[in-house]
């Protein structure tokens, strides 16, 4: 079991940038594939970046370039690092994490975070 929490959400001007943070208990953080995902308002959650057990990763197209993905196991934490934010950014960003998912895939994630809103204003 993993329990996940997000932190470091906040309105932003469009080119701006925020942190966030993901924190997950547990002492196995390092053997768990860990994703960030996105909802906006009345659409569905999308695939936002994922990093693996051994450092693989991977973005969507529209935050290739503006967003880095990171992962400390020492502190049982993952970043989304949010560069040159757009308007459509905005979104409820959640973590999650499995030990087996197909990365860019919601629906193979077991464990989830609460999620921590994200406004990019213009």
């Known amino acids: 079991q993993v329990q996940l929490r997000e932190s470091g959400g906040g309105l932003v001007q469009a080119g701006g940038s925020l942190r966030l943070s993901c924190a997950a208990s547990?002492?196995?953080?390092?053997?768990?594939?860990m994703g960030w995902f996105r909802q906006a308002p009345g659409k569905e959650r999308e695939f936002v970046a994922y990093?693996?057990?051994?450092?693989?990763?991977d973005y969507a197209d529209s935050v290739k370039g503006r967003f880095t993905i990171s992962r400390d196991n020492a502190k049982n934490t993952m970043y989304l690092q949010m560069n040159s934010l757009k308007p459509e950014d905005t979104a409820v960003y959640y973590c999650?994490?499995?030990?087996?998912?197909?990365?860019?895939?919601?629906?193979?994630?077991?464990?989830w975070g609460q999620g921590t809103q994200v406004t990019v204003s213009s």
């Open positions: 999650a994490a499995d030990r087996y998912p197909a990365a860019t895939v919601t629906s193979t994630y077991n464990y």
């Open positions: 990093i693996g057990t051994g450092g693989s990763l």
């Open positions: 547990g002492r196995t953080f390092s053997l768990y594939t």
